[in-house]
């Protein structure tokens, strides 16, 4: 760290001695970025690092646009400023990054529908890569006037400082992951899932907010490892557990709790909405068809969900929706519990009984 630190302070001298011609500006401009490359080592967190960079173009060079992007295995991470280039700069990032839009997650930006936006020429878009061992990344620049030698020394130094910090940050959050994420799956571990239930029944509590739970587990999940075997087992709940985190919110949490079995936290949302979402679940894992070995898994899920109230014991909320998942399995599985009433038209009514409700996915 030290010898990297000296190495871009001897570039920083050697490039300011050339650039600047009065040594007011030259030691100015010098100890300013110098500020900004030390600062980068002790920021926590990724997002701390790329606001720092961000921070200090502004300072040294202007910008209309600025925004970097971070690959990771998930998707990337963007930080963006200012929101109002978002649209123009989707398109750029998608196909630079061969990835969805639902694979993006915006670091410093919550984006509300119709807000103002602007789009901008991609002539005068530049970009800088970012290289490392376990970090690859673009900064992309909209500058306020023409790109010099001077700008290309001064984005080249900050991202040298940038890249040590994001390296070691990305290291430590990737060892921190190991700690919380089930390496099969990718969800969370059922130690995490005690963690971010607690966090998220508080927020709940403090702020009047429904939260749900929904288990779900696989139906005659040991017919599946003893037809194709552990590997074919590993592939159905690799696949099964994408499937379920692409159809959920980006604050929604999902965690393998064991074996087949998976619990989802559901902030913001009743109990009914959370039916709804199970049930939608379980209808496209019912219609997957997963290749192995040139034949092909089906499975089906049963679902129960409970919903959070205040002053309950989360080991409460908890067996609650085990216990609604039982009630699926016994009640012929792939079916959520409780199920969804919908009423019918009194002509459908009459068809089938004289009363006015019917079932639509499952008995309750």
């Known amino acids: 760290m ?3 630190l000296q190495r871009i302070t001897d570039n920083l001298s050697s490039f300011f001695s050339v650039v600047f011609s009065s ?10 970025l110098t500020r900004h490359i030390v600062a980068l080592n002790k920021k926590t967190s990724s997002k701390e690092i790329i606001n720092e960079v961000a921070v200090c173009l502004k300072d040294i060079l202007g910008y209309r646009l600025f925004a970097f992007v971070v690959k990771k295995e998930s998707g990337v991470d963007v930080w963006l400023d200012p929101r109002m280039y978002k649209n123009s700069l989707e398109d750029i990032i998608l196909e630079d990054f061969k990835i969805r839009q639902e694979d993006l997650n915006y670091l410093n930006q919550n984006f509300e529908p119709g807000e103002f936006e602007e789009e901008f020429s991609l002539k005068n878009l530049v970009y800088y890569e970012l290289g490392e061992e376990n970090c690859y990344s673009r900064l992309y620049m909209l500058p306020q006037k023409s790109i010099t030698v001077f700008h290309d020394e ?6 040298q400082g940038c890249a040590t910090a994001l390296s070691k940050q990305i290291q430590m959050e990737n060892l921190k992951d190991a700690a919380v994420v089930d390496p099969l799956t990718g969800c969370y571990n059922r130690r995490e899932f005690e963690n971010q239930i607690n966090r998220h029944s508080a927020t709940a509590s403090r702020h009047g907010q429904p ?15 003893d037809t194709h075997g552990h590997l074919g087992g590993d592939l159905v709940l690799k696949e099964i557990s994408l499937l379920v985190r692409d159809n959920m919110r980006t604050g929604d ?7 087949e079995e998976f ?6 949302t009743d109990k009914t909405k959370a039916m709804e979402l199970a049930d939608r679940l379980r209808a496209k894992i019912a219609a997957m068809r997963i290749p192995h070995n040139g034949t092909t898994i089906r499975v089906t899920a049963s679902f129960g969900v409970s919903e959070y109230t205040p002053n309950t014991d989360m080991n409460k909320i908890i067996q609650d929706a085990d216990t609604m998942l039982y009630k699926a399995k016994v009640n ?10 919908k009423i019918c038209s009194p ?6 009984t004289s009363m006015n409700l019917c079932n639509s996915l499952s008995t309750i």
């Open 2 to 4: 030290k010898q990297t």
């Open 23 to 32: 040594a007011a500006n030259q030691a100015s401009a010098h100890n300013k």
């Open 154 to 159: 001064v984005v080249s130094l900050i991202l």
């Open 211 to 225: 939260l749900s739970l929904f288990m779900f587990d696989l139906d005659y999940f040991k017919k599946i490892n």
């Open 253 to 259: 949490v999902l965690a393998r709790y064991g074996g």
């Open 263 to 268: 619990i989802a936290i559901l902030p913001e």
């Open 332 to 341: 012929g599985r792939n079916r959520v519990m409780p199920g969804l009433i």
């Open 347 to 352: 002509k459908e009514a009459d068809k089938k």
